[in-house]
């Protein structure tokens, strides 16, 4: 994991990491955490190519930075399911999927919902 969640220092004022960022090479397979639905696959300001995944039960993930998305809007997937390729589009200084798990409305750590071992379940 090259950023974790939460406060981060990345210039003058601290600022709040809201997923996790994982370091991988381009192209590398993203997939599902969950069975879900796309919410939204297309560009966003600032995370490039995105994936958003509406889990149920409040539970969304989103998947940025990607070099491809695989998926359209309105989608079915399955867990695991392939949904993009890792990349660098967006602001960032290099290759890495951002990873973000949203709950009621706010983002948390995505780490213990994953069994603490940051891309197990979303990364190939």
Same mark, same amino acid.
């Not at 190519?49 to 993930?61: A, I, K, T, Y």
């Not at 960032?92 to 197990?120: S, Y």
């Given at each position: 994991?090259?950023?974790?969640?939460?406060?981060?220092?990345?210039?003058?004022?601290?600022?709040?990491?809201?997923?996790?960022?994982?370091?991988?090479?381009?192209?590398?397979?993203?997939r599902a955490m969950n069975d879900g639905r796309v919410r939204f696959a297309g560009m966003m300001s600032g995370y490039g190519?995105?994936?958003?995944?509406? /889990?149920?039960?409040?539970?969304?993930?989103l998947y940025a930075h990607l070099s491809r998305i695989e998926v359209a809007r309105g989608d079915q997937v399955g867990a695991?399911?392939?949904?993009?390729?890792?990349?660098?589009?967006?602001?960032?200084? *290099?290759? /890495?999927? /951002?990873?973000?798990? !949203?709950? !009621?409305?706010?983002?948390?750590?995505?780490?213990?919902?994953? *069994? *603490?071992?940051?891309?197990? /379940?979303?990364?190939?």
């Open positions: 994991m090259s950023s974790p969640f939460g406060l981060r220092l990345t210039g003058l004022r601290p600022n709040i990491h809201r997923g996790v960022d994982l370091e991988v090479p381009e192209g590398t397979l993203v190519n995105v994936v958003w995944l509406e /889990h149920g039960r409040n539970l969304l993930s695991g399911a392939v949904i993009g390729l890792s990349g660098a589009t967006g602001d960032v200084t *290099g290759p /890495h999927l /951002h990873f973000e798990v !949203w709950r !009621w409305g706010r983002e948390v750590d995505p780490v213990p919902l994953l *069994g *603490g071992r940051p891309g197990r /379940h979303y990364l190939d």
